[in-house]
Antibody, heavy 120, light 109 residues
């Protein structure tokens, strides 16, 4: 079945960078895009950006566009989200999800999330 | 920029009741751009409705999406214990950017 397997939890210092991975299986990776969404403790969902797994086209949310980079590795069917200059308010669960054109680009399959904690 | 406002913030109902959740956009949007997700504690969101009215695979017909323009609703009939969760509406449009509402928590009364 279609799955997105994310990397494990991270504890980072302020100012550091973190790179979260999202490995896809069960479908042709290059057919769909990958979205990244985060959720701070007790808060709602916040969209960060998406990347086409076909041509690496990206779109970023304004709130993080200066600090985030999305990439893919089609040889391993893996998407990556790197967030730089971490701050305490970047502490959140980071989700990747599959972006499906035939469902009006909604997000039909999600990873379980990666907890990123930023603390000195 | 599209802003989605969901109401109420919290809704307390009993199993068997009908829930109607609202999502209002600050400007008119195409129905094809509106979706609903369900999220339970400690879990990832789950797609319920896309294109404002179409149920995602495996979603029971107790879940119904309606609306157009700026006003959209998610109705859940015959509430089951597993339906008590947080519900988010989401927009994706010509800007190629996604926006989520702040969520409505559906709790057991």
């Amino acid at each position: 079945q279609v799955q997105l397997i994310q990397s494990g939890p991270e504890v980072m210092k302020p100012g550091a960078s973190v790179k979260v991975s999202c490995k896809a299986s069960g479908y042709v990776f290059g057919t769909y895009g990958i979205n990244w969404v985060r959720q701070a403790p007790g808060q709602g969902l916040e969209w960060l950006g998406w990347i086409s797994a076909f041509n690496d086209k990206t779109k970023y949310a304004q709130i993080v566009q200066d600090r985030v980079t999305l990439t893919t590795d089609r040889s391993t069917n893996t998407a990556y989200m790197e967030l730089r200059s971490l701050r305490s308010d970047d502490t959140a669960v980071y989700f990747c999800s599959r972006r499906v054109p035939e469902n009006y680009y909604t997000l039909d399959v999600w990873g379980l999330g990666t907890t990123v904690t930023v603390s000195s | 920029e599209i802003v989605l406002t969901q109401s109420p913030a919290t809704r307390s109902l009993s199993p068997g009741d009908t829930a109607t959740l609202s999502c209002r956009a600050n400007q008119s949007v195409s129905s094809t751009t509106l979706a609903w997700y369900q999220q339970k504690p400690g879990q990832a969101p789950r797609l319920l409705i896309y294109g404002a009215t179409s149920r995602a695979t495996g979603i029971p017909d107790r879940f119904t999406g309606r609306g157009s323009g700026t006003d959209f609703t998610l109705t859940i009939t015959r509430l089951q214990p597993e339906d008590f969760a947080v519900y988010y509406c989401q927009h994706y449009g010509r800007s190629l950017m996604y926006t989520f509402g702040q969520g409505t928590k559906l709790e057991i009364k």
